[in-house]
């Protein structure tokens, strides 16, 4: 028996790649039950969008996550149950050989066509395991933030795919929660250095002190005091955000508070868990990943103001979470890259949404809320009643009329934020300025940009004024900011080219301030 | 009321055009205030966040 072989397929015809994939389905193993072929059906939508021409079938896979699940539960039945999977790899080239070998080094040699892979279990009622496919076409549409880049190797050539990992949940070894952990940890594995748990293994960690019934077959799910545990144990903070009272219905008030909440993390790659309520159904979890982009939201989502003169009107600060819709997630039980509406009858929704997890690394102890926090009190301190402090002593500059604002915060790798602070617009002394500070390992990042053109950002067409970073290894009471960058435009008595940096030193707190360039660049695309 | 401790620092840079650095008495103040204007809030947001995961930690979630 070949352990390859090559198929050809026509671009974008659903049906046949499904009719492929149908014949390929294991029919032995587990048997009872309904199959659960939504994920399936929906991952062949997406890899059929994502234009593949030709598919290569690798034959008796050992996936360390089935092994894994075989060696915890299905190697105890009497039934023989198989140990291998099946894996069909997708390009978007066609094949011009039947030779496996042959196709396989055509492919290596044009890296791009590469659209990653599916793993086929051998239980037919909920086949799919192992799957790393690229994100959805269309970048100024889709932004999918939580992936990695994985390596794959095929007789002897080696491939990359940048995407998110997704697995359905095989109904015994582990449930809806078990699988949305897993890919977060897959996800993170590499990035963060933590452990990339098993299906098995999630289910072992979850249960190891809080038993609430058998653990396998685990048909019973997990409780939120579980999931959490199982955070804990493979390394992250098991830090929950509240968005919604159980039991209350979804209001615009409560959809537009789990955008803002979740928003931060969405915009740091961190992968969160969402815990979905829909109206008499049970709990499930989802795993959100990325966000779309609305150009022209309804309404602004208030974030406070500021005042820099003693009239009534303040300045509006306005979240950047407005633009952000819909979310994108990986749904166990329908699929990969799936949006998540707001609020649909019928459809898992971010109304539904009662509680979070983001997978946050243990070294943070300022949440994203509290992030938010800090920063817009410590904008707001910069520029308190600014006009008369400065208008006292006068800097002979025409006072220039204060923008409407837009605030955007992340996480961010201090790696990350210099390298896109030295390929910014930047002026020379702020740039050397960040570039030589010392800053810890990963920082909380406050844009400040421009409501004017906030609208283009994925276009590259917005502009920032200014950001605020904060040390998020501190308390946010204790105001243990790391930098506030004001440019010009947030300074209506400076020069047009004049900025100001307040710096404080995060070994002894010491704090000044010095005048920088001011020019405005663009914010962050990732 | 005094003003802010870090737009008074703002306004000095802008006013003189060279590097300020807070002295030991303007830099206690700024710590203790914003402490005083955020602790409370920070307090409460945690609370919350505490009662919520204590009615929740109980559910199922499949």
Redesign the interface.
């Known amino acids: 028996m070949e352990r390859f072989e090559v198929y050809r397929i026509t671009a974008g015809d659903e049906a046949e790649l499904a009719q492929l994939l149908q014949s390929l389905l294991v029919t032995k193993g587990m048997k009872s039950g309904s199959p659960r072929y939504t994920p399936l059906e929906n991952t062949i939508r997406h890899i059929s969008s994502l234009g593949a021409k030709s598919v290569l079938l690798q034959k008796d896979v050992q996936d360390p996550d089935f092994l894994a699940e075989h060696t915890a539960y299905y190697s105890k039945w009497s039934y023989k149950v198989p140990r291998f999977c099946d894996r069909l790899h997708f390009f978007d080239l066609e094949a011009d050989s039947e030779d496996p070998l042959e196709f396989i080094d055509k492919m290596a040699a044009n890296q791009d066509s590469y659209l990653g892979f599916v793993t086929l279990r051998p239980i037919s009622v909920s086949p799919q395991a192992a799957t790393i496919l690229k994100p959805p076409n269309n970048d100024t549409k889709h932004f999918i933030l939580s992936k990695d880049d994985f390596q794959v190797n095929i007789a002897g050539q080696r491939f990359s795919v940048a995407g998110t990992p997704f697995m359905q949940q095989d109904n015994a070894v582990g449930a809806c929660a078990q699988a949305s952990i897993w890919m977060a940890l897959r996800t993170l594995r590499r990035k963060e250095g933590q452990s990339a748990f098993s299906p098995a293994q999630i289910t072992t960690a979850a249960t190891r002190f809080l038993v609430r019934g058998r653990t396998l077959p685990n048909r019973g799910g997990l409780v939120v005091e579980q999931i959490t545990e199982a955070l804990r144990t493979a390394g992250y903070s098991p830090h929950t955000i509240p968005l919604r009272e159980l039991g209350q219905d979804a209001t615009e008030e409560t959809i537009t508070a789990s955008r803002q909440a979740l928003y931060p993390y969405v915009e740091s790659g961190i992968p969160v868990l969402v815990l979905l309520f829909p109206k008499d159904a049970e709990g499930h979890a989802v795993l959100l990943i990325g966000h779309g982009w609305d150009k022209e939201p309804a309404s602004f989502i208030k974030n406070g103001d500021i005042r820099i003169d003693s009239s009534e009107n303040p300045i509006e600060l306005y979240d950047a979470s407005s633009w952000v819709a819909p979310f994108f997630i990986h749904n166990d039980n329908t699929g990969p890259y799936l949006p998540l509406p707001d609020n649909m009858e019928g459809q898992y929704s971010l109304g539904d949404a009662v509680s979070a997890i983001p997978f946050l690394q243990l070294d943070i102890f300022v949440d994203a809320a509290e992030a938010k926090l800090t920063c817009h009190r410590l904008l707001a301190d910069s520029l308190e009643d600014l006009n008369k402090l400065v208008s006292n002593g006068g800097t002979g500059e025409q006072v220039k009329e204060f923008p409407v604002l837009v605030t955007r915060t992340y996480l961010q790798d201090k790696s990350e934020f210099r390298a896109a602070i030295l390929s910014s617009d930047m002026e020379k002394d702020a740039k050397d300025f960040y570039r030589s500070k010392w800053l810890p390992k990963r920082i909380w990042v406050t844009e400040i940009n421009l409501l004017d053109g906030y609208s283009e950002s994925p276009e590259g067409e917005a502009c920032r004024v200014g950001e605020i970073l904060l040390d998020p290894a501190s308390e946010p009471e204790d105001g243990h900011f790391l930098s506030i960058h004001l440019g010009s435009d947030l300074l209506p008595h400076a020069k047009a080219t004049t900025g100001v940096i307040i710096d404080r030193n995060a070994f002894d707190g010491e704090i000044r301030a010095f005048a920088v360039g001011g020019s405005r660049y663009a914010p962050l695309v990732r | 009321m005094d ?13 003189t ?6 002295d030991a008495e303007e ?1 206690s103040r ?2 203790r205030e ?2 005083s ?3 409370e ?2 307090e409460q ?1 945690r609370s ?2 505490r009662r ?2 204590e ?8």
């Open positions: 003003s802010k401790v870090l737009a008074g620092l703002v306004a000095d840079v802008l006013k055009g060279s590097q300020q650095t807070l830099k700024f710590y914003f402490e204007d955020l602790a809030q920070v947001m919350e966040k919520a995961y009615e929740l930690k109980n559910i199922a979630i499949k």
